[in-house]
């Protein structure tokens, strides 16, 4: 069963900037959605952003205009730039296949990355 596997998180001031990975090599050029998902505490999974197949991408409210998700096809990685950080963005961050580009149907989930900002 293959992994996806995220990495980056951390603790930073608000204001401030990650960028997060998600080592995806079994999906490179695959049918999958590849997004972006996370979990604040106490509430449920939310969509954050998606990349398709033919390189469409698509944001929630909260990451437009501050996060920016991209793929590196030679790395088979995943990205989740984020900039201008808030503290209502602290959460666990997971990378996902899903069958759709909304956070929907997703198969493969990573571990998570936990992103705490103060």
Same mark, same amino acid.
């Given at each position: %069963? /293959?992994q996806?596997?995220?990495?980056? =998180? =951390?603790? /930073?001031? *608000?204001?401030? #900037?990650?960028?997060? #990975?998600?080592?995806?090599?079994? !999906?490179?050029n695959?049918?999958?959605?590849? *997004?972006?998902?996370?979990?604040r505490? =106490?509430?449920?999974?939310?969509?954050?952003?998606?990349?398709?197949?033919? $390189? /469409?991408?698509?944001? #929630?409210?909260?990451?437009? $205009?501050?996060?920016t998700i991209?793929?590196?096809?030679?790395?088979?990685?995943? !990205?989740? +730039?984020? %900039?201008?950080?808030?503290? +209502?963005? *602290?959460?666990? !961050? !997971?990378?996902?296949?899903?069958? =759709?580009? $909304?956070?929907d149907?997703?198969d493969?989930?990573?571990?998570?990355?936990? /992103?705490?900002v #103060?």
């Amino acid at each position: %069963h /293959v992994q996806l596997v995220e990495s980056g =998180g =951390g603790s /930073v001031q *608000t204001g401030g #900037s990650l960028r997060l #990975s998600c080592a995806a090599p079994a !999906y490179r050029n695959s049918r999958y959605c590849m *997004t972006w998902l996370r979990q604040r505490a =106490g509430n449920e999974r939310e969509w954050v952003a998606s990349l398709d197949i033919i $390189g /469409v991408k698509r944001y #929630s409210d909260s990451a437009k $205009g501050r996060f920016t998700i991209s793929q590196d096809d030679a790395k088979n990685t995943l !990205y989740l +730039e984020m %900039h201008n950080l808030k503290p +209502e963005d *602290t959460a666990m !961050y !997971y990378c996902a296949a899903c069958r =759709g580009c $909304g956070g929907d149907s997703c198969d493969t989930w990573g571990q998570g990355t936990q /992103v705490t900002v #103060s």
